[in-house]
C-alpha cells in the first residue's frame, strides 16, 4: 500500500505565495514521475507540473514562471512552490505519484487566492 499525504494549502490574497507538499509512505518502488494536478469546481482535473525520474519539469502554461516543482528522493516527497497567486489558481491541488506497481493520488489540498 501507498499513501500520500499532502499539506501547505490554504487562503492568500492575489501576488502571494504558498507550498505544497506531497510525502509518500509504504511499499515504494521504481518512482516514474510525481505530479501536481489540480480541479476547479466545475472543470477538469489538469496537469500544473510534473517532474520525472531525471528531474526533468513540465509545466502548465499558466504555471511556467511562476511555479517551481521540486523532489526530494529521500524523503519521497515532491513539492511545488507557487508565487505571484491568482484568483484563476483556486482550486483543489492534488499530487500523484507515478511508480511501478502503478499511479497513487494524494487526497488534495485547497488552495483558494482572493482578489
Known amino acids: 500500500q501507498v499513501q500520500l499525504v499532502e499539506s501547505g494549502g490554504g487562503l492568500v490574497q492575489a501576488g502571494g505565495s504558498l507550498r505544497l507538499s506531497c510525502a509518500a509512505s509504504?511499499?515504494?518502488?521504481?518512482?516514474?514521475?510525481m505530479g501536481w494536478y489540480r480541479q476547479a469546481p466545475g472543470k477538469e482535473r489538469e496537469l500544473v507540473a510534473l517532474?520525472?525520474?531525471?528531474?526533468?519539469?513540465r509545466y502548465a502554461a499558466s504555471a511556467k514562471g511562476r511555479f517551481t516543482i521540486s523532489r526530494d528522493n529521500a524523503k519521497n516527497a515532491v513539492y511545488l512552490q507557487m508565487n505571484n497567486l491568482r484568483p484563476e489558481d483556486t482550486a483543489a491541488y492534488y499530487c500523484?505519484?507515478?511508480?511501478?506497481?502503478?499511479?497513487?493520488w494524494g487526497q488534495g489540498t485547497q488552495v483558494t487566492v482572493s482578489s
Open positions: 509504504g511499499s515504494i518502488n521504481n518512482i516514474y514521475s
Open positions: 500523484k505519484f507515478s511508480l511501478f506497481q502503478g499511479d497513487y
Open positions: 517532474i520525472d525520474d531525471g528531474s526533468i519539469t
